[in-house]
């Protein structure tokens, strides 16, 4: 009776342990708030989305107010066409409003930032974002910087060396 009692109390222990791993993993991943907010859909085109994915935050002053609900090529235009879900209690961005592929922590997670304008008029359901930033892909500058480095060794004569008339300067003119 005494092993009985011990194996339901282990088996009762796997359940909840299972059931609070669940839980968590729906808090984390940010679904359970995905489900609770009603939404409105709004719509984005850039060249390059650069690991943007379905389910990746949206923000405005870095604060949370949608997620990426669709990413779609335009057949018409050749480029990606974005659907954002922004929640219902965010019906303020005006029309003029700039969405930018920004880039979150060491890990390169992707989102969307949206800098809102000056405009009186606002977005409504299904309408579009005009002004839109691409996402910045670290392997186009890195090849940007090698050849244009490859291209100041051929023009000073393959030394590598080059002699400046210009002093150095510690600060950056603006």
Known sequence: MRARSLELAVGAFLVVGITALFFLAIKVSGLSSELSQPSYKIYAHFQNIGGLTVRS???????????VADIELDKKRLNAKVTME?????????????????TAGLLGEKYIGIVPGADDTFIKNGDEIEQTQSSLVLEDLIGKFLFNKATEDKGSGGSGATTSTT?????DEF
């Open 57 to 67: 935050k949206v923000t405005m002053s870095g604060v949370t107010i949608g997620r």
């Open 86 to 102: 922004i929640y219902n209690d965010v019906n303020e961005i005006s029309t003029d409003a700039v969405a930018s592929i920004l």
């Open 167 to 171: 002093p150095a300067t510690t600060q």
